[in-house]
């Protein structure tokens, strides 16, 4: 029996959970200059131009971040008991395995219309400068197939950088999905459903994947390295399963004086720390554990 070594490597992608429907072309762009149109996806929400999806990059490829589906997420639980118990090492940790953004659009690429409709996958920062121009009265709705406007995308890479520079800048002039109203409609029927790309592990699946990076300390897919820490898996595992307690009630508890005194004098208090001098890493946990959340996923990538 002769060996398909595509078949092989399409069974390998379903076991690794990458596998992405033949359907769905990526575009790719090279350094240089390229023009694109991107389309109206049917699959976005409502009121919404593109599909966004959060991913968890400490392992490649990726793994999708359940808790944005609503289900049961352990590495979101185990972000807010880090951050939750006040620590900075813990509070570094949780940075590490915060989840980052993909947003995706259907585009035609100018030049390559016979390839039909591709999808293209950027990061935050094109994500807000696209948004941007639906907002910009002198632009509007750039993906109007009538009266949109094609986009100038830039992409440069500095000699020995690791990661190339992507520019985005919209058209001054409006102009038509396509001239042919026929083909219009058909690339408006073709676009593919960027969900059929990606599996959603179990939380099974996805704990083990956490023990596999704590013990192995793999780097992650962002370039951060996993043994920062210095944990181990068990000790992740612990964290997961037993709540953080508040690192102000661990200091109260050392803080506290023993039970027999020889003295009636009170303990020495330890002298405060200049307001201005607060390191936000070791203050008490806010008032508002959501609020902190936030503040954590918000930060730079």
Known sequence: MAIDLEAIRKRVNQLNGTNRNSSIQMWKPGPGEHKIRGLYNPNAPEGQPFIERWFYYFVKPGLLAPNQFGKEDPINDLIRKLYSSGKPEDREIAKKLQPKMRAYMP??????????VQV????????NKLLGYFLDEEVGDILDPAAGFDIKVVITKAPG???????????????PLSPNAEQAKKWADSIPNVDDMFKLKSKEEIESALTKW??????????????????????????????????KAAEAAQEKPALK?????????AAKKPAADVDLDEAAPVQSLDAAFKELMDEDE
């Open 214 to 247: 704590m013990s192995a300390g793999q780097t992650s897919d962002d370039g951060t390295d996993g043994t920062a820490r210095g944990a181990s898996a068990d000790d992740a595992l612990e964290k997961l399963a037993n709540d953080v307690k508040p690192a």
């Open 261 to 269: 005194t020889e003295t009636k004098e009170k303990p020495a208090k």
């Open 120 to 127: 293209w996958s950027f990061g935050k920062v094109i994500y």
């Open 107 to 116: 585009i035609i690429v100018r030049g390559q219309e016979d390839l039909g």
């Open 161 to 175: 950088a690791e990661w190339a520079d992507t520019e985005v800048d919209a058209s001054r002039r409006a102009s």
